[in-house]
């Protein structure tokens, strides 16, 4: 069965940095588009990021743009999310995710319910 295995969280300054990893596994890999999405609590599950199958079309929050950046390493089945510049409104728990988008064409896809598969989710707190 597939299997998504966040690790990299955990508390950091504001300002500072974490680097996320996902690995993946019981899929093909290549024929994903890979997704970040976090949650605060008391709030939605939000989208964060997403890269396509072939990690050529990448897509960001307003809320991330030019601190967070997506990618992944199809030889390793693992999805990473770079984030930078860390504020405390990112704390929250981070979610990786995949959905069968196939290798032909390039998709994004940003909706929760675009998204079959889904981690347990690592934790990430941005202290002030």
């Known amino acids: 069965q597939v299997q998504l295995v966040e690790s990299g969280g955990g508390v950091v300054q504001a300002g500072g940095s974490l680097r996320l990893s996902c690995a993946a596994s019981g899929l093909t890999f290549s024929n994903y588009c890979m997704g970040w999405f976090r949650q605060a609590p008391g709030a939605e599950r939000e989208f964060v990021a997403a890269v396509s199958w072939n990690g050529g079309a990448t897509y960001y929050a307003d809320s991330v743009k030019g601190r967070f950046t997506v990618s992944r390493d199809n030889a390793k089945n693992t999805v990473y999310l770079q984030m930078n510049r860390l504020e405390p409104e990112d704390t929250a728990v981070y979610y990786c995710?995949?959905?069968?988008?196939?290798?032909?064409?390039?998709?994004?896809?940003?909706?929760?319910?675009?998204?079959?598969?889904w981690g347990q989710g690592t934790r990430v707190t941005v202290s002030s």
């Open positions: 995710a995949a959905t069968d988008t196939g290798s032909s064409i390039v998709v994004l896809s940003v909706n929760v319910d675009e998204y079959p598969y």
